[in-house]
Structure formats: structure tokens, C-alpha cells
């Protein structure tokens, strides 16, 4: 059964840092491509950032040169660093994972992804 658990959310002001966890369970963590999401109030679910089972990247542009997503595949973690953050990306943030064909990229479209966690808030204030 797989299960994720996302943590590091919290208050933060604008300008400052956040490290997220997401603690994979349940499934070969690192055979699937894993990704961020967020979703504000009143507002669709957009991805973040993602990566494939070989480290490649994809962010959206939003957050480009501010964020950055890792993972460890021996503690079955997925991290998005966060950084020079903005009110704008107070959200709630979310894990996601599926299992990708070797060949098609990491995703950051909603419909990807199968296996998804609680979330964890990330408030920025300015």
C-alpha cells in the first residue's frame, strides 16, 4: 500500500526558507517519479516540480531558480528545498508518485499521478 507523508510546512516570511519532507512507503521508491504540488485557497492544484527515477528535473517556471527537488533514495524521501519564497506560495504542498515508462519525462499535470499524501500548509507572509 503506498503511503506518503509530507512534512516541513510552517510559517515563513517572504524572502526566507522551508524544507519539505515526503516519507515514501509501500512501493520501490526509487523506481517512480515523484513531484510537488501546491494548492492555495480557492485555487486549482498545479504542480510544482518533479523527478524521474534517473534525477531529472522539471519545475514549473513559477518557481524556477527558487526551488529545488531532491530525493534519497535509501530513506525513501522525497525534499523540496524552497527558497527567496513569496507570499504567493503559500499553499498547501502536496507529494505525489507514479510509476512512468522509462522513457517519458517527469510530469507536473494533476492526472499523472495515482498515489498522493495529506499535504503539509506553507504560509509565506510579507
Known amino acids: 500500500q503506498v503511503r506518503l507523508v509530507e512534512s516541513g510546512g510552517g510559517p515563513v516570511k517572504a524572502g526566507g526558507s522551508r524544507r519539505l519532507s515526503c516519507q515514501a512507503s509501500?512501493?520501490?521508491?526509487?523506481?517512480?517519479?515523484m513531484a510537488w504540488f501546491r494548492q492555495g485557497t480557492g485555487t486549482e492544484r498545479e504542480g510544482v516540480a518533479s523527478i524521474d527515477r534517473h534525477g531529472r528535473t522539471t519545475y514549473a517556471e513559477s518557481v524556477k531558480g527558487r526551488f529545488t527537488i531532491s530525493k534519497d533514495n535509501a530513506a525513501n524521501t522525497l525534499y523540496l528545498q524552497m527558497n527567496s519564497l513569496k507570499p504567493e506560495d503559500t499553499a498547501m504542498y502536496f507529494c505525489?508518485?507514479?510509476?512512468?515508462?522509462?522513457?517519458?519525462?517527469?510530469?507536473?499535470?494533476?492526472?499523472?499521478?495515482?498515489?498522493w499524501g495529506q499535504g503539509t500548509q506553507v504560509t509565506v507572509s510579507s
Open positions: 505525489a508518485a507514479d510509476l512512468f515508462p522509462p522513457t517519458v519525462p517527469a510530469g507536473l499535470t494533476v492526472r499523472e499521478y495515482a498515489n
Open positions: 509501500g512501493f520501490p521508491f526509487s523506481t517512480y517519479t
